[in-house]
């Protein structure tokens, strides 16, 4: 387990790395349309979304900034970075995922709560890091990076 741990942090920080160095879209991704959130008949989850990964709830207030988003998919992992923007108040949102996660299977691993706060979660073969930070008082960016490694097909 230390090994998925050390790789998915690394992972992580080299994927938050160059998505932070000033990832610039020309107007597509990468081939991949991010497609639109998936509804539920359950008025809450309805009322918030799931994106690329069905166990990571993201606010309503949130809108998902296309361009500084990606997924990239393997047989063997799947990971994403899914950056959202929005007009809400930045402790809200930790515990809107502090919250969630939880009711979604993650197990917390770590979490550091300030102007910019972060969540690492994880599940078995998964890890989720979430950065929240407090831009302005009219905008909280908010990162989803989440690694899920796939069982091998042999």
Not at 81 to 95: A, H, I, K, P, Y
Not at 103 to 126: A, F, M, N, Q, T
């Amino acid at each position: 387990m230390s090994h998925f741990r050390l790789l998915s942090c690394l992972m992580g920080l080299m994927l938050l790395a160059t998505s932070c160095a000033g990832m610039r879209s020309t107007g597509s991704t990468g081939g991949s349309e991010i497609p639109p959130p998936e509804q539920s008949p359950d008025t809450y989850q309805s009322t918030h979304h799931y994106y690329d990964f069905d166990d990571v709830l993201v606010p309503k207030d949130l809108k998902l900034d296309v361009d500084g988003s990606f997924v990239f998919e393997t047989p063997q992992f799947k990971t994403g970075n899914l950056t959202f923007n929005g007009r809400v108040e930045s402790f809200s949102v930790v515990d809107f995922f502090n919250s969630n996660l939880t009711k979604d299977g993650w197990r917390k691993h770590s979490s550091y709560k300030g102007k910019k706060s972060i969540l690492v979660y994880e599940k078995p073969g998964k890890s989720c890091y979430i950065s929240v930070l407090d831009e302005s008082f009219s905008n909280t960016k908010v990162e989803v990076l989440v690694i899920e490694m796939k069982n091998e097909i042999k």
